[in-house]
């Protein structure tokens, strides 16, 4: 019913740049919460960024300062610009987001299909 469609991973040197994005796509009434995990190899899931449909924003300690993310409510769409990028942030990125499709419907969880970005030395 509902699709995220993610885009924006690859492969970037130390200190480099890299913007994700994320379209949620199909029937929706409200996003309540959107945004970005990550999984390194033989590390567990975790929340790097993420926004709330009130514009609140979430960052893990070892972002903040680098990391920006950014909604339109209207598209329905996140991105995340990753700045001063270390071989720490190397992972698969995940786009997730809790989608009511209707008024009067729970909200169920979506995840896309995970990018990969890659920082070299």
């Known amino acids: 019913q509902v699709q995220l469609v993610e885009s924006g991973g690859g492969l970037v040197q130390f200190g480099g740049s890299l913007r994700l994005s994320c379209a949620a796509s199909?029937?929706?009434?409200?996003?309540?919460?959107m945004g970005w995990y990550r999984q390194a190899p033989g590390k567990e899931r975790e929340l790097v960024a993420a926004i709330t449909s009130d514009g609140s924003t979430q960052y893990a300690d070892s972002v903040k300062g680098r990391f920006t993310i950014e909604r339109d409510n209207a598209k329905n769409t996140v991105r995340l610009q990753m700045n001063s990028l270390k071989a720490e942030d190397t992972a698969v990125y995940y786009c997730y987001a809790a989608i009511q499709a209707r008024w009067s419907d729970s909200a169920y969880d979506y995840w896309g299909q995970g990018t990969q970005v890659t920082v070299s030395s």
């Open positions: 199909g029937i929706i009434f409200n996003v309540n919460f």
